[in-house]
């Protein structure tokens, strides 16, 4: 494997992957986002097929030195739908220890910490990202402590206190939060999963994964929710390298789906008129600063895919539709099923592809905002 290294993508700089960081040194101080120097990639013959979790890439996968911090997450179902009009292929997400996609990169990025010799992380996050840091941590004996907005609803933190984290409430908006994570990283280690690059090397997985649930080929359209675009990048990352290793003949088609009320990568990439964030159904992805914003819009580009705002009437009809066809989801990944809809009216993709729409977390975790569309009282 070559060389491997963290790399500023923005400035072309390069650092070793010891001793641990989760940042670049961005201009005027501030923190930049890093990624990985390129990996190669695999082939059919290097999936680990005995083992039944994302574990099964691990050829393509940063070395690790021991046992990974695994409770059988990936490995998700493929199930055939006939919605919005077309038959798509839903990929399950949720079906996950804490019951989202992020365990995916928790997975990934708490082994490779792990391994560097990190025992205490600090994440920001009041929703499946803290659940899924809180729940790795304590699967690998670590430490977690979980900032989140002082408004958050207690219901919200219960996944992660469960799982022995420290809860710390920060008063202010999510803005706020995320800027006293910053300042929290100078007394422990950062392991965010918007800023760590580990992170992506676990949702890149989702990219290798369908590669072989499809017979080790690429499917035509990626459709995903998107906050602050890990999926959207570890899709790119993943099916870039497949590419690369010539295991596919094309990139997929990655669509981002995001809500009107909160939508600046699909605003950026549509050259749409910026938009103050208001509450949205699809809270999971209301995300209104996302640090990768410039990587992400590389990605849709240079796939040829493209991004989909969405009104919150479509949301929560998307969300009762799949939930009538026994896919039962959080509105802000029901989204993507919305997307496919939109995309399929305007020719942007055909009926007879092969399109993916990835649902990233189950509708237990949104039994508040289901009830409203119900008109349900708790």
């Not at 995320?178 to 760590?196: C, M, P, Q, V």
């Not at 605003?267 to 209301?286: H, I, N, V």
Request: proline share 8%.
């Amino acid at each position: 494997m070559p060389d491997l290294r963290y790399l500023d993508p923005r400035t072309g700089r390069t650092w070793p992957l010891d001793p641990p960081r989760w940042c670049g040194d961005g201009q005027g101080g501030e923190p930049a986002p890093l990624l990985l120097t390129s990996m190669h990639g695999m082939t059919p013959e290097e999936v680990e097929s005995g083992e039944r979790s994302l574990w099964r890439y691990r050829a393509a996968l940063p070395p690790l030195a021991g046992e990974p911090i695994s409770m059988g997450e990936g490995c998700t179902p493929l199930l055939e739908r006939r919605i919005a009009g077309g038959t798509a292929l839903l990929k399950c997400e949720w079906f996950m220890p804490t019951g989202s996609f992020k365990d995916r990169g928790a997975s990934v990025m708490l082994s490779l910490l792990r391994a560097q010799g990190i025992t205490e992380v600090l994440e920001d996050s009041s929703g499946n990202g803290g659940a899924a840091i809180a729940a790795y941590a304590a699967a690998g004996r670590m430490r977690a402590k979980i900032l989140v907005p002082e408004s958050t609803s207690p219901a919200k933190t219960v996944q992660s206190r469960a799982s022995g984290a420290s809860i710390e409430l920060v008063p202010g908006s999510r803005q706020d939060c995320a800027d006293a994570a910053l300042r929290g990283a100078e007394a422990i280690f950062y392991a965010s999963h918007n800023w760590h690059p580990f992170f992506l090397q676990g949702t890149k997985t989702l990219a290798y994964e369908l590669w072989e649930d499809l017979g080790f080929k690429a499917p035509d359209n990626v459709i995903v929710p998107c906050g602050a675009g890990s999926n959207v990048l570890g899709c790119g990352i993943g099916f870039g390298e497949l590419l690369r290793r010539r295991q596919i003949a094309r990139l997929p088609r990655i669509f981002a789906a995001q809500p009107e009320h909160c939508a600046p990568i699909a605003r950026a990439f549509l050259g749409a008129p910026s938009a103050a964030p208001r509450p949205t159904l699809a809270e999971g992805t209301a995300i209104a600063q996302p640090i990768r914003l410039p990587e992400c819009l590389a990605v849709l580009r240079e796939s040829s895919g493209g991004a989909v705002m969405l009104s919150e009437e479509e949301i929560g009809a998307a969300t009762l539709e799949l939930a009538r066809s026994g896919i039962y989801v959080e509105p802000t990944c029901a989204q993507a099923a919305a997307a496919f809809g939109h995309l399929l009216r305007a020719g942007r993709i055909k009926s007879g592809e092969t399109t993916v729409v990835v649902l990233t977390g189950t509708g237990l975790k949104s039994t508040p905002r289901i009830a409203e569309l119900l008109g349900v009282a708790l």
